[in-house]
């Protein structure tokens, strides 16, 4: 599937893994729908690039991803990828001293990041849906979900962020499957340590240990690598239903 001509929906893109991809994607030639939470599009880590267009939404809300979708018009380009990127990583043990896991939270990191995921799944495939294929083979376009290493290799303390993720990749499958008759095909990216805000606000020093932790090579990863991944999937017409590790060979030890 070619990128350029087209309508992409990028959720989390006001900073990180989102905002790398929506300015790839636009300097690939896409018009780019940024989603973020209001706050985040309010004041975004970096003034977004030409192309890319900031709304503000939440991702559980089924009225603010509408909304979101509605703004592409009729004399747009079709909306043919979306890449879900938001997500929360909140980290608590079920027991500490501090008592036991408190509920909400956990709630909450299910809502964001698996909920979330498939609230703008379902309704971004019935925009794409209704578009015309782009080849012969009745495709017309891709859905990439964002997991984590951490839906395998979960830590100590990430049980609900975990939990998430490992739904993310779970939904995979039948995701690519439920959506085949449509054209649509679904993968996801399961990121490893990554040099991003909220990576960066541990510190220098904690970076540099999670940096020597990583087999080969021995550093982060960085956003715009998973920008690079996103547009090799878009173009790679017969990878559906995959989840890929893009981690630097690293597998987490429990803490």
Request: proline share 6%.
């Amino acid at each position: 599937m070619q990128i350029s001509g087209i309508t992409a929906l990028v959720t989390g893109a006001a900073s990180g893994l989102g905002a790398a991809t929506a300015a790839l994607l636009s300097q690939k030639g896409a018009q780019v729908i940024g989603f973020d939470l209001p706050g985040a599009v309010e004041n975004p880590a970096s003034p977004p690039p030409a192309g890319v267009r900031l709304i503000g939404g939440d991702v559980t809300s089924e009225a603010d991803v509408l909304a979101a979708l509605v703004t592409i018009a009729a004399d747009d380009p079709p909306l043919r990828l979306v890449v879900n990127c938001a997500g929360i990583a909140p980290a608590r043990r079920i027991l500490s001293s501090k008592g036991v896991h408190d509920l909400a939270t956990f709630q909450k990191t299910i809502a964001v990041n698996l909920v979330g995921t498939f609230n703008v799944m379902r309704l971004a495939a019935e925009v794409i849906a209704q578009t015309e294929p782009v080849d012969e083979f009745d495709q017309r376009g891709l859905i990439v979900n964002t997991a984590s290493v951490a839906a395998f290799d979960g830590q100590v303390g990430q049980i609900a962020y975990s939990a998430s993720k490992g739904g993310v990749v779970g939904m995979t499958l039948p995701a690519a499957r439920d959506l085949a008759r449509n054209g649509i095909r679904v993968n996801t990216i399961a990121p490893g340590i990554i040099d991003t805000p909220m990576l960066a606000a541990l510190g220098e020093e904690v970076n540099a240990s999670l940096a020597a932790s990583v087999p080969f090579p021995h550093r982060l990863g960085r956003p715009d690598e998973y920008a690079q991944l996103v547009v090799m999937l878009a173009e790679h017409d017969y990878l559906n239903a995959e989840t890929i590790r893009m981690d630097g060979a690293i597998r987490m030890a429990p803490q």
